[in-house]
């Protein structure tokens, strides 16, 4: 029986040999490169290495065809614009509470048994990040586990890695669900004009979202290690026990008339002075302008030998009743100040930035005692240590600077000893909205784009936002990724780029059936998401396969799929998905975590996706 890739081998023996290496291919080729470079060192952050991208392809039009009307239609995209719509809904829906409200119910009926809540935290987190984007819905979920595992001695180790993992798989349950799947879309819509409906893979992300689950459940909550200890407080938690000492002023001390701030200078030493007590008061920040005397006590954040210098050189003393942290800083809410554990999202402005560099005890006044990443837990040089995305702060802060941390949504406040303020009353309606933004879509009334905006209108009109919430509520670095980026997928259509890349693909079809090529195809592309962000992977990606099912004689749209389910599904590495980046610290996980319990579930996906797209859509 004579096969598809018999009768087409001499068309595509034709396309591979009169595809040659331009030089228009290789400037494209070399931008690429460079962007991979930087995408994987992170010496820059994701939205201003794109940015760079979309100028060297404009500065360059002679051989990469983008010009400056070209290179600024990222902008105006509608993938770029609908994904910034969906950021506005998915706060409003937050504002009003929905997540933590359904939680609460769910906390309830699990409260009992340890597999119940399991269950109950991954389908919240799974189901919900179909409707609303999967990383406001891990920021949400995150103090919710640690607040459960607190309550019931249970590492949160345990919820964490899980709650990312399945966020991910839910975000392929519908269009809206992660922006890489809209921008998939619109990529799809200009190469081969089929662009995705609303619900267009809907049924395969639900058998995925319960092969996911059945994997995290039976297997992965039994192999993640308790990183964590499941009773110990944020101090503990972040080794502190050594590098908090109470230290008394005595009589003729250097120190003595100079304020904390001279102190400071004075000192010169890697050392921070937390708060200051004198006759029972204590004083938490600001203490720059308070004057220290003799008998005045000081907890100091130190390392043992700079201590011990200290006392030397100062003519200070250990105070006699030390024990590290008052034991009302955390959990006492009649304290002037507690510990917060608060974790820096990816992809901000504060990426490369320093405790020092940032001000932060000036802007919050709180202190930074300690930083976590992944296992690595950091004392010393905490004012030029540089700020990673996911990277955990523990941070002495009053309830203002508690609630100043809280509003700001550069960071997690990973656990919450009160809820914050929430617009319950408006829940119904900012479900509603959402309701009707997927509705009118679904059923194809308007484009995903104009229910958005409308819906994102709506969400202001009623109530839901504040017109000043609205920007606040945007990623922007995740806006500026998509808009720099788009335009190098062009370049590597109208330069050929991609059609000569697929010509090598194509030498893999006389041996590997469709299928096979479809698994082929999604393993790359999940591999490719490891190093780089998941948006530019599909840009990257879809144009390459699409070129390549063409030449085989294989649906495109299979093959985008492939690619599509690959790039939002990256669970290998911390760094492959936000999300994952946004666990890391406060589940204590090794880099090798993610692996051993990832790579089963990618390998699970990447067969059960390929049959799927083999079965409802075919080859």
Same mark, same amino acid.
């Given at each position: ?69 070209? /290179? ?108 890489? &799947? ?10 081969? !004009? ?17 092969? %996911? ?23 503990? %938690? ?8 109470? #230290?008394?002023?005595?009589? &003729? ?17 890697? *050392?921070?002075? #937390? ?73 901000? !402005? ?23 990443? /992944? ?32 509003? !700001? ?27 009707? #933004?997927?509705?009118?879509?679904? *059923? ?10 409308? /819906?994102?209108? *709506? ?66 592309? *999940? ?6 962000? &998941? ?17 085989? /004689? ?21 760094? %492959? $998905?936000?999300? &994952?980046?946004? #666990?890391?610290?406060?589940?204590? $996980? ?30």
């Amino acid at each position: 029986m004579v096969s598809l890739v018999d009768l087409t081998w001499p068309l595509i023996q034709a396309a591979a040999t009169s595809s040659e290496l331009t030089i228009d291919m290789l400037v494209v080729f070399g931008i690429i490169a460079a962007a991979l470079v930087l995408f994987i060192t992170e010496w820059l952050p994701l939205d201003i290495t794109a940015m760079g991208v979309l100028v060297a392809l404009i500065v360059l039009e002679p051989w990469t065809q983008i010009s400056p009307q070209d /290179g600024l239609m990222g902008f105006a995209n509608p993938a770029t614009i609908t994904v910034l719509a969906m950021f506005v809904l998915s706060e409003g829906v937050r504002r009003t509470g929905f997540i933590q409200w359904l939680g609460d119910k769910f906390v309830e009926w699990g409260k009992d048994s340890s597999s119940r809540q399991f269950a109950m935290l991954t389908g919240l987190s799974g189901t919900t990040a179909g409707m609303i984007n999967n990383t406001p819905v891990v920021a949400m979920m995150i103090p919710m586990a640690n607040d459960i595992a607190k309550k019931t001695k249970t590492s949160p180790s345990k919820y964490l890695m899980p709650i990312s993992f399945i966020s991910m798989i839910g975000g392929m349950l519908t269009v809206i669900g992660t922006s890489t &799947n809209l921008l998939a879309s619109d990529i799809s819509g200009r190469l081969i !004009d089929r662009s995705f409906t609303m619900f267009e893979f809907t049924h395969l992300g639900a058998i995925l979202l319960v092969i %996911g689950f059945l994997y995290l459940f039976f297997v992965a909550r039994h192999l993640i290690p308790e990183r964590i200890s499941p009773e110990e407080d944020l101090a503990t %938690g972040f080794e502190m026990d050594q590098y908090l000492t109470e #230290v008394a002023v005595r009589e &003729n001390s250097e120190l003595e008339g100079k304020t904390v701030r001279e102190v400071v200078r004075a000192l010169s030493l890697d *050392a921070d002075i #937390v708060h200051l007590i004198r006759e029972g008061e204590k004083f938490s920040q600001p203490l720059a302008r308070k004057e220290v005397r003799p008998d005045d006590r000081l907890m100091i954040r130190t390392d043992r030998n700079t201590l011990l210098r200290l006392l030397e050189r100062e003519n200070l003393r250990i105070a006699p009743t030390t024990a590290g942290l008052a034991d009302g800083d955390e959990g006492d809410p009649q304290a002037p100040r507690r510990l917060v554990e608060v974790v820096m999202l990816p992809d901000t !402005d504060l990426m490369g930035e320093t405790i020092g560099s940032l001000r932060f005890e000036e802007r919050y006044e709180a202190n930074v005692l300690a930083i976590r990443r /992944g296992r690595e837990v950091v004392h010393d040089h905490l004012s030029e240590f540089k700020l990673r995305g996911g990277d955990s702060l523990l941070v002495l802060a009053s309830d203002q600077a508690f609630k100043q941390l809280g509003q !700001d949504r550069r960071f997690i406040v990973t656990r919450e000893e009160e809820p914050p303020k929430q617009r319950i009353a408006k829940m119904p309606i900012a479900l509603g909205i959402v309701a009707a #933004v997927v509705g009118l879509a679904g *059923a194809g009334v308007m484009p995903i784009l104009v229910t958005a905006l409308l /819906g994102m209108l *709506a969400m202001v009109a009623t109530g839901c936002l504040r017109p000043n919430e609205v920007y606040d509520s945007v990623d922007w670095p995740v806006i500026f990724l998509l808009a720099g980026m788009i335009p190098l997928g062009t370049a590597m259509e109208e330069t050929g780029g991609a059609a000569y890349l697929a010509s090598y693909v194509v030498d893999l079809a006389k041996v590997l059936p469709g299928l096979a090529m479809l698994f082929v195809f999604y393993l790359f592309t *999940a591999l490719v998401t490891q190093v780089v962000s &998941n948006n530019a992977s599909v840009v990257l990606m879809i144009p390459v396969a699409v070129d390549a099912a063409r030449l085989i /004689g294989a649906d495109p749209f299979s093959f985008v799929l492939a690619v599509t389910f690959a790039a939002s599904t990256a669970m290998l590495t911390p760094i %492959g $998905y936000q999300t &994952n980046l946004m #666990v890391y610290g406060p589940g204590g $996980y090794t880099f090798g975590d993610f692996f051993r319990i990832g790579a089963p579930l990618q390998l699970i996906l990447a067969v059960a996706t390929a049959l799927g797209i083999y079965v409802f859509w075919g080859v």
